[in-house]
């Protein structure tokens, strides 16, 4: 547990610097409850989890957003949404080669190692399927080492 705790406190700290669009003093949600709301809907592969964190909240003071994620507030989907959309990914691509280093100081990665050594990681596919309307045929379809 003390490896997943390291590993969210980086995300949150990246997501404290996730740029703020707001510009009146309302400002309930802190960008980091924000960002780290929006990985836990992929983390806990639920779309309706904030909702029932926040019943959990109103019914026993608690929930897994604030004891797992380290949310001080839990924000609606809408205002994930209206605060998020826009903000580039590539904010966070120092995480990806960050947290690596970290599971594999902490001996983590030691299962998923095969092939001579090499790390075995599962892809979405998101980035190196996507479409280059600028790129040649050639070049999208080139082997990728």
């Not at 780290?36 to 309706?48: R, T």
Request: charged share 25%; with cysteine.
């Amino acid at each position: 547990m003390k490896i997943l705790e390291g590993l969210f406190q980086m995300l949150r700290t990246a997501c404290k610097s996730l740029p703020d669009k707001r510009t009146g003093k309302n400002t309930r949600y802190s960008m980091a409850d924000i960002g780290m709301a929006a990985f836990s809907l992929f983390f806990m592969q639920n779309e309706s989890f904030l909702q029932h964190q926040r019943l959990l909240e109103s019914e026993d003071g608690e929930s897994n957003c604030r004891t797992l994620f380290g949310m001080e507030n839990i924000p609606t989907d809408n205002h994930i949404r209206n605060m998020l959309d826009g903000v580039p990914p590539d904010h966070f691509n120092h995480l990806f080669e960050k947290n690596l280093r970290t599971l594999d100081q902490e001996n983590a990665l030691s299962s998923f190692r095969k092939l001579d050594g090499h790390i075995l990681i599962a892809l979405d596919g998101t980035e190196h399927f996507s479409s280059y309307p600028w790129v040649s045929i050639e070049r999208r379809t080139s082997r990728i080492d």
